[in-house]
């Protein structure tokens, strides 16, 4: 993963940034310190109508019915100008108590998109447990899709098409995986859960905190 405030590169077991000290303390000093409750699609900034509200819903049930290891997981907010995202999204996915997800599925195997209409920005976090089968350019490319929907407004569809690439990339690597399972479980240092996934990898099963941002 890349540090959240200085962007260089650290290893998901550390507890601290080597480079520039950054910990989840310094993110909750900056967003607050505590549980933040929330469910799975939660639009603070009212960028969705009712309508558009399902086809995200749908969108997102998608990737977690094929997935079922995983959850995806949309917030949209003003941050402020002072708001960093991927510090944001690092605290966010760490910090929240999603209502509508499993108590099995830790946060550890979440991906959250945010949005920031004000700044024109968006980013998206996922969980230590996917770092085998997500990088940061699979997830730029993702937010690349809607670029050019949210620079017209378009919300909704913009996080559609976002979702859907994001659904193929993991589909792709859950091939890869499934063909040669050990290559991905030697890409990151297994925690608790990582044999668990594996071997549901190797028997067939679908699987199905890395972060990038994109400004538009």
Not at 67 to 78: E, K, M, N, R, W
Not at 94 to 106: G, I, L, S, T, W
């Amino acid at each position: 993963m890349k540090c959240p405030r200085c962007v260089q590169k650290i290893h998901r077991a550390a507890s601290s940034c080597p480079h520039c000290g950054f910990t989840l303390a310094d993110a909750d000093a900056h967003f607050g310190e505590g549980e933040v409750r929330l469910r799975c699609l939660t639009d603070a900034a009212g960028l969705l109508r009712r309508g558009q509200r399902e086809q995200v819903e749908m969108a997102m049930e998608r990737i977690t019915r094929r997935f079922p290891q995983l959850f995806v997981a949309v917030y949209t907010g003003s941050l402020g100008e002072m708001a960093n995202m991927r510090q944001f999204g690092f605290w966010l996915l760490n910090r929240a108590a999603f209502e509508d997800v499993p108590a099995h599925k830790p946060n550890e195997a979440g991906i959250l998109l945010t949005i920031d209409a004000e700044s024109k920005s968006a980013s998206i976090t996922f969980g230590y447990l996917l770092d085998a089968f997500l990088e940061e350019s699979d997830t730029f490319e993702s937010l690349s899709r809607a670029h050019s929907y949210w620079l017209e407004g378009k919300y909704a569809a913009g996080i559609v098409r976002t979702l859907k690439h994001l659904d193929g990339v993991l589909a792709k690597r859950c091939r890869q995986a499934r063909r040669d399972p050990d290559r991905f479980g030697r890409k990151v240092l297994p925690p608790p859960n990582m044999g668990d996934l594996l071997r549901r990898i190797r028997a067939g099963h679908r699987l199905e905190s890395g972060e990038t941002e994109v400004r538009k």
